[in-house]
Structure formats: C-alpha cells, structure tokens
C-alpha cells in the first residue's frame, strides 16, 4: 500500500496532524499498535479531557531551545482549537487558571479528531505494530504485522514514556537515533515526590490531605495545593515543580502564602495553646500536628521566646525538603526531554538532515505545564507538521 503520509501513533499529536494533512487533499495512513485510539486523551482531565489553556505562552513550555516552541504555537492558537470544538458543539467550562474542560467526556474530544479524520479522508489502522522503518530515495517503508506500507512522509508520534501500563514505549526515540538524530536525557515529569522513610512515616497517615502553598524551585515557583500521599506529596504545585526538580535537592514550600507567620505566632505568645493546635487554624489539624512533630515543635505558645517563633515562622514560610525520587513514569503525566530541538526545523518539525521525517508531540523535548498546556503543544506540533508532510 503506497499513502502520502503514514502517521505512528493515534494520540493527539498523530491524530491532529493526520486531519490536518488529509484536509490538504494528502493520502493518510494513521498506525495506531493499541487497540484503540486517544487512550491518553480519555483518562487526561479526570475523564473530562483539559483540551487547552487560555493563556498559553511559550513560558508555560520547557525545552532545551526555549524558542523552538513559538513558532508552532504562534501558528496555531488556543482559540483555533476553541473553534473547532464549537464546530462540534462540544460544550466545555473553564476550570480555573484558564483551564478548558469538556463538561461531558474526555471522549468528545476523540470523538472530533475522528470525525474530521473521517471528513479528511484518513485511514485508521488499529493493533499495527512496526517491526522496521527504512528510508527510500524518495520516502519510507513501514513494515508492520498487517503488512508493508509505504510513504513519502513519515510522521513520528508515539510519545513519551510516561504511563507505560498504557502502552508508552520508546519507540519515537529509538526511531530518532536509527535516523542519527539526537535524544535528550529524558525523565519523568508532572510527576508526584516521594519522600525519605523518616519523613514518610508522618506524613503518610496524612495521605488524602491537600493544603494551599507556594513551591519552589530555583528561579520556579507555583501557588496551587499540595497533596499529601502514601509516598511522598503530590498535588498541582508539586507536579508543577517536579519538571524542574533535580535529584537530590531540596525544594522550598511556603505553607502560609498569603500571611506573615510571625505576626500570627507572636500574636499567640500568651496562649496556652500549644503550636500544633495554632498552626490548625491554618491548616487541617492533623497535618498541622504532623508538621510540628518533624520539626520537634510542639509546647504552649507562652514557652517560646520571640526568636524561636521567628525561627519557626521562617521554617513555615521556608520548609525544605529533600524529596528521595518520584513515583517514576509509571505516574508521570508527561516525559520530558525527547528528540532535540536542534535536530528538527521549528516551522515544519521535519527532520533536518533527513527530508520527509517529522517528530511531533511528546517525543519531542517539549514539555507543557500541568494545565492543558501539552494538549495544546500537541495541537500546534501536529498542525505545524500537517501543513508539510
């Protein structure tokens, strides 16, 4: 079978660029090895898929070329994306931080990307496995267990290794490297903190609750919740900074943001209250009280002098910790790292040094922050390499 454009990978990325292309009168094939296509996008957004973010900037992206991404994302904006949903009168809400939601099913959203592959043209084959990818002079052959197909362009987009247990692989990657191009050091991102066993004893009787904070990182710093688990400690700010975590640093949270804890403590200094009971004025009672514990800091209020309240007001709005690792891909929304940058073209995300190969989605290192911002690069790369392959 001879096709224009042969397409691996039947997630947002493949899907989107498989319409775009077929839209452009190109013959597509889509290869899909699961058994069903969008099994990422039907668990994202707890079932109601977070299609995009309203305010979409390339800041909200990490790459190892911080520019590479604006061209994609200029090209093809949230409300591009908005458009298309209303076309398909899919009714949707903002959740907050501009975060879009479907207000039925994550299924709507796979629901469209079939109906315009549909519209476009685009064959869809399902259980395809590749066994090997070669290039011709003038394309690609795709031998899989349903047969050998070939193409004038080859889109490449698998994704990354996050969720394993729903099929990620590092193909895309390995792919890149037959090709001679680049992977960067990849690692779990979007991903919960897992913390030392001392540590872990406190908190994990904790695990369910979720307080408000500040975490930061470096230069990086997130205002969402924070949720206590089994292992360590999750939640928006914690998956958010987990992208730029680096092992075996310590990462800083500020458990009272909007509020000068020495003022709050002093004005207790003549309580017999105890420190734990303040603090769960603040915060749920028995996170405040495991708090206290691993800071060895539990006596009436009227026993501490005013420079140990500082010191403990200082270590509220500076609590340090060392998290021991993540809970790995197998947790991990997104992958970051992937085939560099440098290897790509930003404008078509076709391969430089080898005409007709293009790398779109996750497999690329792109990563989105937690919020609709990888559905988006999704939309944009696919788009990018559409209008080309």
Known sequence: MK???IVIGAG???????????????????????????KKILISGGGRCNFTNLHTSPDNFISGNP??????????????????????????HEKKLGQLFCNDSAQQIVGLLLEECRRANVE??????????????????????????????LV??????????????????????????????TKPALVPLTLAEHDREI?????GISVDALVKFGKRQFRENILVTHQGLSGPAI???????????????????????????????????ELKTVLSQFWPQRFAQAWATIKRESKPMRQYSNKELRAIAERIHRWRIIPNGTEGYRKAEVTA????????????MEAREVAGLFFIGEVVDVTGHLGGFNFQWAWASGFAAGQSA
């Open 156 to 185: 490449v987009a698998t994704g990354g290794l996050s969720i394993p247990k729903m099929g990620a692989t590092d193909f895309g990657h390995r792919l890149a490297r037959q090709f001679g191009l680049k992977v960067t050091q």
């Open 203 to 207: 908190f994990s009787p904790l695990s």
């Open 67 to 92: 520019n590479f991404h604006k061209s994609a994302l200029a090209r093809f904006t949230p409300q591009d994306f908005i458009e298309l949903v209303k076309k398909h009168r899919i009714a949707f």
């Open 239 to 273: 998956l958010q900074i987990s992208s730029y975590w680096n092992s075996s640093e310590a990462i800083e949270i500020d458990l009272l943001p909007d509020a000068d804890a020495e003022l709050l403590l002093v004005g207790e200094c003549s309580s017999g209250k």
């Open 12 to 38: 947002a990325a493949g899907l989107f660029c498989a319409l775009t292309a077929g839209q452009r009168r190109r013959s597509v094939l889509v290869i899909e090895h699961a058994e069903k296509v969008g």
């Open 3 to 5: 096709t224009d454009v």
């Open 337 to 348: 790292g992937g085939v560099a940058t440098n290897e790509l073209s930003s404008k078509t």
């Open 124 to 153: 869809i084959r399902v259980n395809c496995q590749v066994q090997s990818v070669d290039k011709l002079d003038d394309g690609f052959i795709v031998e899989t267990n349903q047969g050998r197909f070939e193409s004038e362009s």
